[in-house]
């Protein structure tokens, strides 16, 4: 039977300004994600967590390597500064990959008006579409600049992305920073290396030809992309919003994600898709009143979930059952007197106005 794979690698790791220059994912490593019994190939890892982290403390306590697990980073996770700065995420290796069932999407609902939307993914149809659902919209119109890129990337494309080995610890750790559990769907998918050698100016394939391997990543909450959730537990269906694709990311945010694609000199395409995504802007004095009127109503009751997610994730990194409940509360409540008081009086909160004239 194959057993979960376990790691060497000493600490100290890799301070943030070194994420460039960790070492590769090793072949040896992506083909033991494959394996039957792997913790790639586990699509309920996370309820699994506390005992294998038991485990782990035992196998410490006898000086046994670590077990580690292949996580698939796409959003503000590319960044170092978010990923092993602010999250405090020490990977041990990590490799350029594409993701041919996946597409990016920016559909987690944030807070209007500041943050409206993250980053998340979607399963992705390769088949031609000759109907275009609010979800299939890009962020972006054609303009000039895609008639002189020679390789356009768009919205429908493969994702793109980097995965990281990284301790069960860190796993944990990065699905506390990730909602506790309440947010994304931990989901299981093949993950392709870029062909050697690697040019960023290449054409992203939207059929690789590298072996694939194995890794956990965070799907998007929307119904089209989770539409097997109904088996899932009340705690682990998150909110949605009904126009998916309509809310745009701030600048902040998109800045993040941006730097972390130049970290990892990503493909050019993507880089440029990335650069021409608008963010969010309250342009309209209605918009900037509303802004400060939404945090002032809304922050005292939002921030310290945030704070208590930090405090209270369980081994898991999830929340407890109590934190979720008070999420579920609150959420859904903020977003109601977005859609039917904040919109009507201070203007749109999730996509700048000059962008849906």
């Known amino acids: 039977m194959a057993q979960p794979h376990t790691t060497n690698h000493q600490f ?63 959003g503000s996770n590319l960044n170092s500064k978010t990923f092993l700065g602010r999250r405090g995420i020490k990977p041990l290796s990590q490799i350029n990959v594409i993701v041919p069932e996946l597409r990016l999407t920016f559909d987690m609902p944030g807070l209007p008006y500041i943050e409206p ?10 088949t031609p579409k000759h109907e275009s ?18 390789n356009p990337y768009n ?54 030809t590298t072996p694939s391997f194995k890794a956990h990543t965070l799907l998007s909450p929307s ?6 959730r109904a088996k899932s537990p009340a705690r682990s269906r998150p909110i949605t919003r009904p126009e998916l694709g309509y809310a745009q990311p701030s600048a902040r945010y998109l800045g993040l994600i941006t730097n972390g694609a130049a970290e990892h000199d990503l493909p050019a395409s993507y880089r440029r898709y990335l650069a021409r995504l608008p ?8 918009q900037k009143i509303g802004r400060a009127v939404f945090v002032a109503v809304w922050a005292p009751l939002f921030l310290p979930i945030l704070i208590l997610k930090q405090v209270f ?19 859904p409540s903020m977003w109601w007197s977005y859609d039917h008081v904040f919109f009507r009086i201070f203007g749109d909160g999730e996509r700048s106005v000059d962008e849906v004239d």
């Open 223 to 228: 119904n089209s992309a989770t539409a097997s």
């Open 133 to 150: 659902s609010a979800a299939d919209t890009p962020l972006i119109a054609h303009d000039d600049a895609d008639d002189d890129d020679p």
């Open 155 to 208: 919205p429908n494309k493969p994702l793109v992305g980097v995965a990281y080995e990284v301790t069960l610890t860190d796993y944990a750790r990065i699905i506390a920073t990730e909602g506790g559990g309440s947010g994304y769907k931990d989901v299981v998918v093949d993950c392709h290396p870029f062909p050697e050698p690697y040019r960023p100016d290449d054409p992203i394939p939207d059929i690789p």
């Open 12 to 74: 100290p790791l890799p301070a943030d300004s070194e994420i460039s220059h960790l070492p590769e994912t090793t072949a040896q490593r992506q083909q033991a994600s494959v394996a039957k019994q792997s913790l790639e190939n586990d699509d309920h890892l996370p309820e699994h967590l506390p005992e294998k982290l038991a485990h782990q403390h035992d196998d410490a306590l006898l000086q046994e390597p670590q077990e580690t697990v292949l996580y698939l980073a796409y």
């Open 279 to 286: 963010p969010y802007r309250a342009a309209t004095v209605r």
């Open 117 to 126: 939307c993250f980053a998340a993914t979607q399963f992705r149809d390769p």
């Open 313 to 331: 994730a369980g081994p898991d990194g999830r929340s407890p059952a109590w934190l979720v409940g008070y999420e579920r509360l609150v959420l």
